[in-house]
């Protein structure tokens, strides 16, 4: 009976164990595909930073070769 008893407490703390493994696991992914979002979402918006730089720098450049 106690064996029994043991046995089950056994059983539930692995399934136990097991969720929390799961649930950490996915957790992570979450995290990952947070970071890769955030990581090209800022690549983006250097990238139109820096073209709209260069439309500035153009856009001067034009005004000073006209006298502007």
């Known amino acids: 009976m106690?064996?029994?008893?043991n046995w089950e407490l056994y059983k539930k703390q692995k399934e136990t164990e097991a969720a929390l493994?799961?649930?950490?696991?996915?957790?992570e992914a979450q995290i990952a595909l947070a970071d890769a979002t955030f990581y090209a979402r800022k690549q983006a918006a250097?990238?139109?930073?820096y073209s709209k730089?260069?439309?500035?720098?153009?856009?001067?450049?034009?005004g000073q070769a006209q006298g502007v």
């Open 21 to 27: 493994f799961e649930k950490k696991a996915e957790a």
């Open 46 to 49: 250097e990238a139109e930073l």
């Open 53 to 62: 730089k260069k439309e500035a720098e153009g856009v001067v450049t034009l």
């Open 2 to 5: 106690v064996q029994e008893a």
